[in-house]
């Protein structure tokens, strides 16, 4: 049976983490994620699994990627600047190929910058925050459900695709409380096991290698140098690595239809919003507010890798307002996949959109 | 020690130069960890970036060369979700001193479960040789053109203070005495630090005097002095010299231990 409770977003988090089988937490103490860690401080012990507080955000997504390769499910929880600490190894769990989940609190930066006041202003960083060439999944709650499903569905994830994952959240629906149901079950999807006698670093049908975990007689040489199938360092090899970093790529990119996780709304509308995290709110209040009046809503619980093809669902479209806790960091990115005007409604500071503001936007269409 | 069992054939020739030190580390931890009953399938080999990082990818067993600094957090990582695999850490001074002091401090803070070998070859050889935090006073590297400055971080003074239960410290000279260390470490629960200093002709060697590989060796076998005789030193009320490196075995203890199996 399914049951109902009243619950704070990092909680849901965390309790989403634990029932997607989440055996290993590594963090750090940072608003406004810290919730997150002290909840996993007290339930990991007992449920079999592992918390241990790092030193730092380097050490902390260490820890978990050290942990990821043991077979556990790992994840860690942080903010602006912990996340910027984590951009090298991020990096690193790409090109080994470690499935984790990263959490992201965000709040208002550049660097100490608002640590109370929701933002979104990392949405950028994620996708390309760490050096050279890659592609990752992010998801991004718009609610305290959504913080439970998408952070459980994040692990799924991680481990079919063998990429770290971004739960891309925010102050706002962190510290939110509301009504969430928890689910008998989540859906799992484990990682494929190495087929034994295979090379460990040669993608399958999907690009995806099967996982050789440690300790089960693999002997598996894992490296962030370019590497070979073999795994075997091969870093002066131009043709290795472009295969390795295509690879890498393509393995996310052409299965973002696939990945996509969204929500349409008035799929003939003109006039469209695209949303994710809290915006969402204001635009579904505004289309409660006012009903039949010709907008449509497009909300991505799934960002990275971007669902384009999505846009041009909206076939009567003539423009699309992007409202975000940023200065139009995803706005940026339907401006590159449309002709249509798009309208970027920035927001920063730490406060929200209010209904007042967007349907403003809405009274001013020609 | 059988190399057919421990070592990736497929990877030779490995990319250490003619006269390094790490070779002769890499086997006195492979002799030590055999005579442990430890198999190539229960055993780990975790390390950062580095001369010395570059060993675990010589070697048969499942194993994770990481980031620049960083190998002792990974290593809690896997140590932590799997306390039955055995974890062994090659790094160097660079790795461990400079860029990964904080890991160092609180790895061993927490005394978790698993072995560090460090080669201190005094420099950083695989960037071609700069001054790293246990380049000696006076030496000349290619950041320290002048001789350096900077006084030497004591890496095994650092792990018994910040609460190690095992710290021996020998050189690639001392052979023996380096495997016995690597194995009373890997006996001890908690966190082991052997530190082993080594020679470094190509980086280190070559701008300081010390061109020939059996001239750095022999630098390396003059240079220390046994712990032991140090106390008796001491007892006598003879003055110790202080340009000498303490070797032997600093501390054996039993303090509570972070992911021992159980």
């Not at chain 2, 198999?39 to 950062?48: C, P, R, Y």
Request: net charge negative; charged share 20%; glycine share 10%.
């Amino acid at each position: 049976m399914s049951k109902i409770e009243f619950m704070q977003g990092n909680t849901a988090c965390a309790e989403g983490a634990l029932a997607a089988g989440c055996r290993f937490f590594g963090g750090y103490p940072i608003t406004p994620s810290t919730e997150i860690a002290e909840h996993m401080a007290r339930r990991l012990p007992k449920t079999d699994g592992v918390f241990v507080q790092m030193e730092d955000e380097i050490a902390s997504i260490a820890a978990v990627i050290g942990a990821s390769w043991t077979g556990a499910r790992a994840m860690t929880a942080t903010s602006g600047p912990g996340f910027s600490l984590m951009m090298e190894n991020i990096g690193y769990a790409v090109i080994t190929e470690t499935p984790c989940v990263i959490v992201n609190i965000q709040r208002g930066g550049p660097s100490t910058g608002q640590p109370t006041m929701g933002a979104q202003g990392d949405m950028l960083q994620c996708r390309f925050g760490s050096h050279g060439d890659y592609s990752t999944i992010a998801l991004s709650p718009s609610s305290v459900q959504e913080m439970y499903d998408l952070t459980a569905k994040a692990f799924n994830l991680a481990d079919r695709f063998r990429v770290p994952v971004f739960v891309m959240s925010d102050e706002v629906t962190g510290h939110m409380r509301e009504r969430i149901t928890i689910p008998d079950r989540v859906e799992i999807v484990s990682r494929r096991p190495l087929e034994k006698g295979t090379l460990p670093f040669r993608g399958g049908d999907d690009g995806v290698p099967g996982f050789p975990e440690f300790g089960m007689g693999y002997g598996v040489h894992v490296t962030g140098l370019t590497h070979d199938e073999r795994g075997y360092p091969e870093a002066t090899d131009p043709h290795i690595h472009a295969a390795l970093v295509q690879r890498l790529v393509s393995k996310v990119e052409s299965a973002r239809h696939d990945i996509a996780d969204y929500e349409m709304v008035n799929p003939d509308a003109e006039t469209v919003f695209v949303t994710y995290g809290p915006p969402t709110r204001t635009v579904k209040q505004v289309m409660h507010d006012h009903p039949g009046e010709g907008v449509g809503h497009l909300h991505l619980r799934i960002v990275w890798p971007f669902p384009e093809r999505l846009l041009r669902l909206f076939t009567n479209a003539k423009t699309f307002i992007v409202p975000e806790m940023n200065m139009g960091q995803i706005a940026r990115e339907v401006e590159r996949h449309t002709d249509l005007p798009v309208i970027s409604v920035p927001k920063l500071g730490g406060e929200l959109h209010t209904p007042g503001e967007l349907q403003k936007l809405l009274e001013a269409r020609p | 020690m059988s190399f057919e069992d421990w070592f990736r054939e497929d990877r030779l020739p490995h990319i250490y130069c003619t006269g390094c030190g790490n070779g002769t580390v890499i086997n006195c931890t492979l002799e030590a960890v055999e005579q442990m009953g430890w198999t190539v399938d229960d055993t780990v080999f975790i390390s950062g970036i580095g001369c010395s990082s570059r060993a675990p990818g010589y070697i048969k067993t499942d194993s994770l060369h990481t980031t620049h600094g960083r190998a002792l957090a990974f290593a809690t990582g896997v140590k932590l979700a799997n306390p039955r695999l055995h974890v062994v850490v090659f790094t160097g001074d660079g790795d461990l001193a400079a860029i990964g002091g904080n890991h160092f401090i609180h790895a061993c803070r927490r005394n978790i479960d698993l072995t560090v070998v460090c080669m201190n070859n005094m420099i950083y050889g695989m960037t071609g040789g700069q001054g790293s935090p246990c380049t000696p006073v006076g030496a000349i590297s290619t950041t320290t053109p002048y001789g350096a400055a900077e006084p030497v971080f004591d890496l095994s003074e650092l792990a018994v203070t910040a609460g190690a239960n095992y710290v021996a410290r020998w050189t690639s000279y001392h052979v023996r005495e380096l495997t016995k260390a690597v194995q009373a470490g890997l006996e001890t629960p908690g966190f082991s630090f052997i530190e082993a200093l080594t020679q470094c002709p190509t980086a280190y060697g070559r701008r300081n005097k010390l061109r020939q590989v059996s001239d750095m060796v022999q630098y390396l076998r003059t240079s220390v002095i046994l712990v032991q005789k140090i106390q008796r030193m001491r007892e006598r009320g003879e003055p110790v010299p202080e340009d000498k490196i303490p070797v032997g075995e600093f501390v054996r203890r039993n303090r509570p231990a972070m992911g021992v199996q159980k």
